[in-house]
């Protein structure tokens, strides 16, 4: 049971628009910290995708995009391509117990 | 360029501890904290913990604790992580990974990673 809830999977036609929802609560997002996230292609090691909720990376192409409110944040990934599919983890940090950091249970990104 | 370079993959039996290391470049060692984080088969990540690199202090998450220790060589730019006690459960993938800016609060991201070390508990 992850910390931070996210959809299992989510799918899209090439061209479209989807995004990726991630949910805590009041000690990690709605505490206000923020909110990375991560795309890990199949074999390979996670690689930062958003962070600060909003920011992308050199190299990270504008179809990516993350937001965050209240306790929530999503990421959206428009003009979808064959490419983008992979899996998708959320990361913040939560304050509770000793303070840890957390991810979400990851999402799988199947372009159809 | 910054790359972190983990070393080989592990087969170890159940109760015997295994060390994996992780060798960092490119950048300077002491100033971003490093993490651990470990993905078992077909599962997603877990955090496993954090080390100061400059100073060596470590906070490790909850289920970890008693039976991980992280460690760096400041002369080899490397950080280490033990597990003990090893369980079928531990199979997995384990992952370094540095903080993504250097600060002294360390509440930031992850990035980059390195390439993973597969961790395979078997009798």
């Known amino acids: 049971q992850s910390v931070l809830t996210q959809p299992p999977s989510v799918s899209g036609a090439p061209g479209q628009r989807v995004t990726i929802s991630c949910t805590g609560s009041s000690s990690n997002i709605g505490a206000g910290y923020d909110v990375h996230w991560y795309q890990q292609l199949p074999g390979t090691a996670p690689k930062l995708l958003i962070s600060g909720n909003s920011n992308r990376p050199s190299g990270v192409p504008d179809r990516f995009s993350g937001s965050k409110s209240g306790t929530s944040a999503s990421l959206a990934i428009t003009g979808l391509q064959a490419e983008d599919e992979a899996d998708y983890y959320c990361q913040s940090y939560d304050s509770s117990l000793s303070g840890s950091w957390v991810f979400g249970g990851g999402t799988k990104l199947t372009v159809v | 360029q910054v790359q972190l370079v983990q070393s080989g993959a592990e087969v170890k039996k159940p109760g015997t501890s295994v060390k994996v290391s992780c060798k960092a470049s490119g950048y300077i060692f002491t100033i971003y904290f490093m993490h651990w984080v470990r993905q078992a088969p077909g599962q997603g990540l877990e955090w496993m913990g954090i080390?100061?690199?400059?100073?060596?202090?470590?906070s490790y998450a909850q289920q970890f604790q008693g039976r991980v220790a992280m460690t760096r060589d400041t002369s080899t730019s490397t950080v280490s992580m033990e597990l003990s006690s090893l369980t079928s459960e531990d199979t997995a993938v384990y992952y370094c990974?540095?903080?993504?800016?250097?600060?002294?609060?360390?509440?930031?991201?992850?990035?980059?990673w390195g390439q993973g070390t597969l961790v395979t508990v078997s009798s």
């Open positions: 990974a540095r903080a993504g800016i250097p600060a002294i609060n360390p509440i930031n991201w992850f990035d980059p």
């Open positions: 080390i100061n690199p400059n100073s060596g202090a470590t």
